[in-house]
């Protein structure tokens, strides 16, 4: 089981619009923040920040945050890399408080991490031509109840995977009782069936998201979230085209 599976635990639908991060108007950028990909705002115009976890600083406290949202679901976890060629751990913050975080990474000689349970579904979707690529380490803060910052890191992980280096299909391992949440919010199918990961004893499923779904579903809702307040998914909360673009840009120099 990949560690995504315990901050996806926090990863659900609001209960209510008054606790936490709902973006209201268009992501916003500030000029000035040269180290920040994107920026955005909840409601009540409160600002958080998109940023590449690319010193000790950052990396310590995102690590904090996965190792308390882990053992608060029971689950073991390895240390957070460092970016290297191929890997990169966001961050979403507010002010200098790390309140979710994700690492991308791109298939490599190495392997995915996701590989270690499902060996055959990999080697069949790299048999296929795929591109592969796995979103892991997903953490999110406690007090996270809406769907921008989600939105905005989930956006950012994908223009890395998706603009950057063409992948064609991202694979997650999540808990059983997560998968319609996959499946709903962000087009994920189902590839593998259930099975126990001993590193944390607990289950997994492995995902699926073609990436020319997520890419289509970008065209169709990205920046729209007013006209998209009757979708179900995540999608109206990513960013506008004119916005991903140079946030794209941004991305490129790390």
Same mark, same amino acid.
């Given at each position: 089981m990949s560690e995504i599976q315990a901050g996806a635990s926090r990863a659900q639908p609001p209960a209510s619009t008054?606790?936490?991060?709902?973006?209201?108007?268009r992501p916003r950028w500030n000029a000035t923040a040269a180290d920040?990909?994107?920026?955005?705002?909840?409601?009540?115009?409160?600002?958080?920040k998109i940023r590449v976890v690319d010193n000790s600083s950052r990396r310590v406290r995102a690590s904090e945050l996965i190792q308390r949202r882990y053992a608060w679901r029971g689950y073991s976890t390895s240390p957070l890399p460092r970016n290297d060629a191929g890997r990169v751990t966001l961050s979403a913050c507010v002010e200098d408080a790390t309140v979710a975080t994700?690492?991308?990474?791109?298939?490599?000689?190495?392997?995915l991490y996701v590989s270690r349970l499902y060996p055959d579904e990999v080697r069949t979707l790299r048999a296929e031509g795929r591109k592969l690529c796995e979103f892991t380490k997903l953490a999110v803060d406690e007090s996270v109840r809406s769907h921008a910052v989600l939105g905005a890191i989930f956006h950012v992980a994908c223009m890395y995977v998706l603009n950057l280096h063409q992948c064609t299909?991202?694979?997650? @391992? $999540? *808990?059983?009782?997560? !998968?319609?949440?996959?499946q709903r919010m962000l087009g994920f199918?189902?590839?593998?069936?259930?099975?126990?990961?001993? @590193? $944390? *004893?607990?289950?997994? !499923?492995?995902?699926r998201l073609d990436?020319?779904?997520?890419?289509?579903?970008i065209r169709r809702l990205g920046g729209r979230r007013h006209a998209g307040e009757g979708e179900r998914s995540?999608?109206?909360?990513?960013?506008?085209?004119?916005?991903?673009?140079?946030?794209v840009g941004r991305l490129r120099g790390h």
């Open positions: 008054s606790a936490g991060f709902v973006h209201q108007g920040d990909i994107a920026e955005s705002s909840d409601e009540f115009k409160n600002q958080f994700i690492t991308a990474a791109l298939d490599s000689p190495e392997g299909d991202v694979l997650i @391992e $999540v *808990n059983p009782r997560h !998968v319609k949440f996959y199918k189902r590839v593998g069936a259930e099975r126990l990961d001993p @590193e $944390v *004893n607990a289950p997994a !499923v492995l995902l990436l020319d779904h997520c890419a289509a579903e995540f999608y109206p909360y990513f960013f506008a085209p004119d916005e991903a673009a140079q946030i």
